[in-house]
């Protein structure tokens, strides 16, 4: 038997959507994606086959002969042990515009409620996991991509994984987004004016972006595309900004509210 998967090519214009898979594909995941006004595929191959004892093998992408392991212990298991359910909080938002800080205030106010959560922030994940990418086009949808599946792991481990990256292809988003079940992921949109992030600047990298010293950095010679349709904005209302800790109140307000702080 075979059958193929859609994935996504290295695109800022590329939109994600589902589509449907027939009962013998039932468990596989299928991501196709188009470029809005003309057309742009990239397909790899996933080949499924049984050895002599009748299991199911899969071929994705280099890796051959390889079979998913079930385990007896569920996600919900881990979830009722931990007394949290598991879910990936994604904020996004321009450099400056504060997702690291909020995404600490938001780790602690949890560890203060007796929530496990985990930060995958966009340069600490840099400094190992990716430090082999750079901030070319295709580095950082690779960069994005494989943060989305580190934190769909800490989500099905039955922790609140807190991603800070900048992200700033909704493309790169959608991807992530489909990665887990409808309503676990939950996208924190740092809606917070590119001036107001320029005459912060705590790395200096807008004043080396405006001398011509980084190219492709995002909000000056590289686009960001805000959300459309994310869960929780936290925005710059007149002048004045939320403290880190009232905006992460506000994402444990919707936390509570979906009943992701109870097993």
């Given at each position: 038997m075979q059958a193929s998967q859609l994935q996504w090519a290295s695109s800022p214009k590329l939109g994600a959507e589902k589509i449907e898979t027939s009962s013998s594909c039932s468990k596989l995941g299928f991501v196709s994606f188009k470029r809005r006004g003309s057309f742009v595929v990239k397909a790899m191959a996933v080949n499924l086959s049984s050895d002599k004892n009748g299991s199911l093998l899969s071929s994705i992408g280099n890796s051959t002969n390889i079979q998913w392991h079930q385990c007896s212990v569920k996600k919900e298991d881990r979830e009722n042990l931990l007394k949290q359910k598991g879910c990936v909080i994604w904020i996004t938002g321009l450099s400056g515009s504060g997702k690291s800080t909020v995404a600490c205030a938001l780790s602690g106010?949890?560890?203060?409620?007796?929530?496990?959560?985990?930060?995958?922030?966009?340069?600490?994940v840099r400094h190992g996991l990716n430090r082999d990418l750079s901030f070319k086009a295709e580095d950082r949808a690779e960069n994005i991509r494989r943060i989305g599946e580190v934190a769909k792991l800490f989500a099905d481990a039955g922790v609140i994984c807190i991603a800070s990256v900048i992200s700033p292809y909704r493309r790169d988003r959608d991807a992530c987004r489909a990665l887990l079940p409808a309503g676990e992921f939950i996208e924190v949109f740092m809606d917070i004016p590119l001036d107001?992030?320029?005459?912060?600047?705590p790395k200096g990298l807008y004043k080396l972006a405006r001398a011509g010293k980084i190219k492709g950095?995002?909000?000056?010679?590289?686009?960001?595309?805000?959300?459309?349709?994310?869960?929780?904005?936290?925005?710059?209302?007149g002048g004045e900004c939320m403290s880190p800790c009232e905006m992460a109140e506000e994402v444990i307000s919707y936390l509570e509210e979906k009943g992701f702080l109870q097993a």
């Open positions: 106010s949890l560890y203060s409620r007796g929530k496990l959560a985990y930060v995958l922030d966009g340069d600490n107001v992030c320029e005459a912060r600047d950095f995002t909000g000056i010679d590289d686009p960001y595309e805000s959300p459309v349709n994310c869960e929780i904005a936290l925005k710059h209302k």
